[in-house]
């Protein structure tokens, strides 16, 4: 695998369009950078100061939205001097996260209820490309802000 960076990690902004009776939110179109074909969608929910974390998908490119709620992405790279990234999105934050293969991550949610994420991902889900990692294996303090 080429070597992947937490530079590497792409944040675009998303457009939401006001209508009456509720806002059309924008994901992800063909033509976008970050969309590398279609394998699946799915949805998580995530609690309130829950965290989930490490896995890194070696094959799989990620498209990750938070339509409702917030959620607190950390990226971790154990090739850079700067270990740790992490990008806060949802309700007042409405972007698309696309996460390159070979970049470990977690999250966390921060909304007061739950948080919704959504992933529109490049290849189904195959549980035999994506390694897990227990929380307390990386050093990074989930201090809920």
Excluded: C
Excluded at 125 to 136: A, Q
């Amino acid at each position: 695998m080429d070597k992947v960076s937490l530079g590497d990690i792409r944040v675009t902004t998303l457009e939401q369009i006001p209508t009456v009776g509720g806002n059309v939110m924008h994901a992800l179109k063909k033509s976008d950078i970050g969309f590398n074909g279609f394998g699946e969608v799915y949805f998580s929910w995530i609690e309130n100061r829950s965290i989930k974390a490490w896995k890194s998908h070696q094959r799989m490119t990620l498209n990750l939205v938070v339509p409702i709620g917030k959620v607190n992405f950390v990226f971790h790279s154990t090739k850079e001097e700067k270990n740790f990234r992490s990008e806060n999105i949802g309700d007042d934050r409405y972007v698309r996260l696309t996460v390159p293969p070979g970049i470990w991550f977690g999250f966390q949610g921060k909304a007061s209820g739950s948080s919704l994420i959504m992933n529109v991902a490049d290849m189904e889900h195959d549980p035999r490309e994506v390694l897990h990692k227990s929380e307390s294996e990386f050093e990074y303090n989930w201090n809920f802000e």
